[in-house]
């Protein structure tokens, strides 16, 4: 079976520009979580989505936002970018929402700003 | 939620077993233990997880102490693929049932 998948694997932008990130989820999976990874840091919770409805929100500006598709996939979307965007943005999907079971991660887009 | 500290780094020989630590003092009772490793450039991948017993997988052993203030994450026989960053994550809920806080990680390097 596929794991997560994530596209495009790296983007290049410059400031003020919009970006958008795309997930698709382990098939049957449910739940989707963004997270965002600058260098040398651990991964920082963005959102997650279950059953197309937000139910979480990490410390994140309003520029950052997200939706669920009937397919379970999701878009990450980032308004007016910045320098700081600058991060790997990992995409993980879990079977269900809420659950303790585990997230299963995707190799990540490599986003650079300029 | 409760947070973690780990070391910063630890070297292992390839072969033998690696013990990775992790201190979880404020951990409450109904918080699991979860690791995660990030092998340089791909996602994070899940080994294993815990409550209060001992927990066993093809990957990895997970010791957590009687008073469940610290775990013990154990690779049996390290290879070099094992070399990557390792978390230690608190997981609580049910407010954030989907929300991983991974902190700095240890970074394991695997030598031959």
């Known amino acids: 079976d596929a794991g997560v998948t994530q596209s495009p694997t790296h983007l290049i932008k410059t400031r003020g520009q919009h970006v958008t990130l795309r997930c698709s989820p382990i098939?049957?999976?449910?739940?989707v979580s963004w997270y965002q990874q600058v260098l040398g840091q651990g991964p920082q919770f963005i959102f997650q989505?279950?059953?197309?409805?937000?139910?979480g929100r990490g410390n994140f500006p309003d520029r950052f936002s997200a939706r669920q598709f009937p397919n379970y996939s999701s878009e990450l979307n980032v308004n007016a970018l910045l320098l700081g965007d600058s991060a790997l943005y990992l995409c993980?999907?879990?079977?269900?929402?809420?659950?303790?079971?585990?997230?299963?991660f995707g190799p990540g887009t490599r986003l650079t700003v300029l | 939620d409760a947070k973690t500290t780990q070391p910063p780094s630890m070297d292992c020989a390839e072969g033998r077993a690696a013990n990775l630590p992790c201190n979880h003092s404020t951990i409450s009772g109904n918080e699991y233990v979860y690791w995660y490793r990030q092998i340089h450039s791909q996602g994070p991948q899940y080994i294993i997880h815990?409550?209060?017993n001992n927990e066993t997988n093809e990957m990895a052993s997970l010791i957590i102490t009687e008073d469940r203030k610290s775990s013990t994450l154990i690779l049996p026989h390290a290879t070099l693929r094992d070399t990557a960053v390792y978390y230690c994550?608190?997981?609580?809920?049910?407010?954030?049932?989907?929300?991983?806080?991974f902190g700095a990680g240890t970074q394991v390097v695997v030598t031959p």
């Open positions: 993980a999907s879990s079977l269900e929402w809420p659950s303790y079971n585990e997230q299963f």
């Open positions: 098939s049957g999976h449910k739940s």
């Open positions: 815990g409550l209060k």
């Open positions: 989505y279950y059953e197309k409805e937000e139910r």
């Open positions: 994550i608190v997981r609580s809920g049910p407010d954030s049932w989907g929300k991983l806080q």
